[in-house]
T-cell receptor, first 112, second 117 residues
Framework: GENVEQHPSTLSVQEGDSAVIKCTYS??????FPWYKQELGKGPQLIID?????GEKKDQRIAVTLNKTAKHFSLHITETQPEDSAVYFC???????????FGKGTMLLVSP | SAVISQKPSRDICQRGTSLTIQCQVD?????MFWYRQQPGQSLTLIATANQGSEATYESGFVIDKFPISRPNLTFSTLTVSNMSPEDSSIYLC??????????????FGQGTRLTVV
């Protein structure tokens, strides 16, 4: 089955800095890669996703890159703000098989 | 998108008892999933709740411990049976409205924080 590794487990940055979270996956058939943000006491919320037919996707301060050859994908947050502080999860799945495999999560702390 | 209401949001239960968690979706969905998130850990899929048939359980999870109901396309329940402190976790309901031929994003309820004492 799929195995998703996520690094780092914790990440502390100063407000305004950039943050990068990296994930690798094992199943070469996976082609859907979402990122979720989980704030304290809440369920995970999708913030951005990418499919294997593109290498990069951007939404305002958030971007995701995908390298299918190397089987890794990354989340980039620019101009971080304190409200970006949360746990971020990467995940992977195959089109047509809807079960997501999640990474272990990254706790991002943005200091003012 | 889908709006998911999960009840209760939290509970403290005595060991040996059972708790049933409800998940209500504001639209009909084919796929409903139950996840467990142990303290400081990632999300682990417990089972897929299928409407009109038995749930499909992942390795390490069994129906006797986590019975699931799916009476219609908008509702599901997960019961945590004969609880022990090791069952203390956040339990999350998830739905995945599918477009034909592709996967859309999964939506999560706010979770049920269960503490077993």
């Amino acid at each position: 089955g799929e195995n998703v590794e996520q690094h780092p487990s914790t990440l502390s940055v100063q407000e305004g800095d950039s943050a990068v979270i990296k994930c690798t996956y094992s199943d070469s058939a996976s082609n859907y890669f979402p990122w979720y943000k989980q704030e304290l006491g809440k369920g995970p919320q999708l913030i951005i996703d990418i499919r294997s037919n593109v290498g990069e996707k951007k939404d305002q301060r958030i971007a995701v890159t995908l390298n299918k050859t190397a089987k890794h994908f990354s989340l980039h947050i620019t101009e971080t703000q304190p409200e970006d502080s949360a746990v971020y999860f990467c995940a992977a799945s195959r089109e047509g098989y809807s079960t997501l495999t999640f990474g272990k999560g990254t706790m991002l702390l943005v200091s003012p | 998108s889908a709006v998911i209401s999960q009840k209760p949001s939290r509970d403290i239960c005595q060991r040996g008892t059972s708790l049933t968690i409800q998940c209500q979706v504001d639209s009909q969905v084919t796929m409903m999933f139950w996840y467990r998130q142990q303290p400081g850990q990632s999300l682990t899929l417990i089972a897929t709740a299928n409407q009109g048939s038995e749930a499909t359980y992942e390795s390490g999870f069994v129906i006797d411990k986590f019975p699931i109901s799916r009476p219609n396309l908008t509702f599901s329940t997960l019961t945590v049976s004969n609880m022990s402190p090791e069952d203390s976790s956040i339990y999350l309901c998830s739905v995945e409205p599918q477009r034909a031929g592709s996967i859309t994003e999964a939506f999560f309820g706010q979770g049920t924080r269960l503490t077993v004492v």
